[in-house]
């Protein structure tokens, strides 16, 4: 095969090392690769918060604008990074089969956020894990962190933290997974949506890259992440906000979605949390780009839920408080 396929990347240690894995299996299916590295808003103010700079979409907009300009044709990014609104004249062309969705703590001589001392000095940046470690855990110090994997790492080894919270995904995706001292999974500790996932994201007109991409499709990946997506997209949220999204394939062949949303208020850390599953045959539905319907429809289900029980005022108080 003769196509030619110009992947753009944001320029960090993480997103090369996923990028280049994704490179390795186009390049596997006869498929020539060339790498083009992009710096995004989020990338070159690392010293400031997200909400700062933008919020939603801060790792992705240099490299959506040269999706639409024609000087790449895939875009490779941490699903969990991309907003749920898409960029009209885009879509994505197909998720890879997901790696771990979950959380990881990280710690210095600690094991696990049970482990830590009283006042331990924790570091994230995130608003979702922020929340939910103080409910598990009030009385640490949670201190904010940015950079690369490495910079945290080094941060965490200096002793300026007795422990981190980092996407389990990304240190195993590095090899540094012996670095992950404990998994935080649900129903303790919820994932952000998306987490764990890539979104290789084409040209809506783009055919032939769809379709040269398309065997890096894997059903039961992306048809979670439409789930979870949905959910969030009809919650209002963004991907900054404290909620939490599972979806998952079971063996029993049913395609589960959990949620939860949070909030910290007066009273403390409350949450509401729902669950929902549709039937899924990966032989039938195969291509949840075109027929995925049924996986929105699960998500929103989900959301419609969540709201019922009163977490759009929960959501509401939290972007006042991130204001």
Not at 235 to 253: D, K, M, N, Q, T
Request: hydrophobic residues 45%; glycine residues 12%; aromatic residues 2%.
């Amino acid at each position: 095969m003769n196509r030619r396929i110009r992947i753009g990347t944001r320029g960090s240690g993480l997103a090369l090392t996923q990028t280049g894995q994704v490179a390795e299996r186009l390049v596997a299916l006869g498929l020539g690769v060339t790498i083009e590295t992009i710096s995004t808003q989020g990338d070159v103010r690392g010293d400031l918060p997200l909400t700062t700079i933008g919020g939603d979409g801060v790792f992705v907009r240099e490299l959506e604008r040269a999706l639409l300009e024609g000087r790449i044709d895939v875009a490779v990014h941490s699903l969990k990074d991309l907003p749920t609104a898409m960029v009209a004249g885009l879509a994505v062309g197909c998720v890879p089969t997901r790696a771990t969705p979950f959380d990881a703590f990280v710690g210095g001589t600690a094991t696990s956020l049970a482990a830590l001392p009283r006042g331990a000095v924790l570091g994230t940046s995130s608003i979702r894990r922020v929340v939910q470690v103080r409910a598990i855990r009030p009385d640490l110090d949670i201190r904010p962190i940015r950079g690369n994997v490495d910079t945290r790492l080094g941060k965490l080894d200096a002793g300026d933290y007795h422990g981190l919270l980092l996407a389990a995904a990304g240190l195993e995706r590095l090899g540094l997974g012996n670095r992950i001292d404990a998994l935080l999974q649900p129903p303790e500790f919820w994932p952000a949506v998306g987490q764990g996932a890539l979104a290789l994201q084409v040209r809506a007109d783009d055919a032939a890259t769809r379709q040269a991409i398309a065997p890096l499709d894997d059903p039961g990946s992306h048809a979670a992440v439409l789930a979870e997506r949905a959910c969030l997209a009809r919650l209002s949220a963004g991907c900054l906000a404290p909620v939490g999204g599972w979806g998952r394939v079971e063996p029993g062949g049913e395609l589960v979605l959990s949620a939860r949303v949070l909030v910290e208020d007066d009273a403390g850390v409350r949450h509401v949390t729902r669950e929902e599953r549709v039937a899924f045959d990966s032989a039938s539905e195969a291509d949840p780009v075109t027929g995925g319907e049924k996986f929105s429809a699960l998500g929103t289900r989900v959301a419609v839920a969540l709201l019922a029980e009163g977490a759009g005022a929960m959501l509401d108080r939290m972007r006042h408080r991130m204001v």
